[in-house]
């Protein structure tokens, strides 16, 4: 079946690193997505990853794909408290049209 | 460029009632998407439009409509309203060229009572 699976919840002090996970079940992906949802507000692109690469950095970004364990993870350096927002992690494939699975959301907490 | 914008923002409705939620983007992207985001859940697709003319069903159908007429719009129809379609509704686009781009509008929050 198709999943996607993340934390609801994470809390930091604001100048830490933040790291939200995600799980995925479909070996066929092909990309890998970061999105950002402030309140009351679209999802916003925040940075993707093809499925043949393993790590993809964007100034405080870093995203690591785990492709053996179908995991993929979102770092944020030096977190603010802008950062506050709701993360989804999201796959697609190609299967005669182009489809996107999308996780629960993880909401990021950060703590002045 | 204004991207994708919907209206409204905010409806309320009772049971029974129906409504066209309105989508429309102004980037020339051939694909466009209904979304509906439940609390606790990810966006489930609702339908999608490859083109102008062309439409198919997503995850979950069962109670709307779409049409695409033109390539900028793509409004989103609520046949016959029930309190399991109060969610929130994203409309999003994205480019055939880039298709790992998708943009989002930023949402209509409807409640059914």
């Known amino acids: 079946g198709e999943d996607v699976e993340q934390s609801l919840f994470l809390s930091v002090r604001e100048g830490d690193s933040s790291v939200i996970n995600c799980t995925y079940t479909d070996s066929s992906s092909t990309y890998l997505y970061w999105y950002k949802q402030e309140p009351g507000a679209g999802l916003q692109l925040l940075t993707y990853?093809?499925?043949?690469?393993d790590m993809k950095q964007d100034q405080r970004l870093t995203v690591l794909l785990n492709k053996k364990d179908k995991h993929l993870s979102l770092r944020i350096a030096d977190t603010q408290t802008g950062d506050s927002a709701i993360y989804f992690c999201?796959?697609?494939?190609?299967?005669?049209?182009?489809?996107?699975?999308f996780g629960a959301g993880t909401r990021l907490f950060v703590k002045a | 460029n204004a991207g994708v914008t919907q209206t409204p923002k905010f409806q309320v409705l009772k049971t029974g009632q129906s409504m066209t939620l309105q989508c429309a983007q102004d980037m020339n992207h051939e694909y466009m998407s209904w979304y509906r985001q439940d609390p606790g859940m990810g966006l489930r697709l609702i339908h999608y439009s490859v083109g102008a003319g062309i439409t198919d069903q997503g995850e979950v159908p069962n109670g709307y409509n779409v049409s695409r007429s033109t390539t900028e719009d793509f409004p989103l129809r609520l046949l016959s309203a029930a309190p399991s379609q109060t969610s929130v509704y994203f409309c999003?686009?994205?480019?055939?060229?880039?298709?790992?781009?998708?943009?989002f509008g930023p949402g209509t929050r409807l409640t059914v009572l």
């Open positions: 999003a686009s994205r480019s055939r060229d880039r298709v790992h781009e998708q943009f």
């Open positions: 999201a796959e697609s494939r190609y299967t005669g049209g182009f489809k996107t699975i």
């Open positions: 990853i093809f499925s043949n690469m």
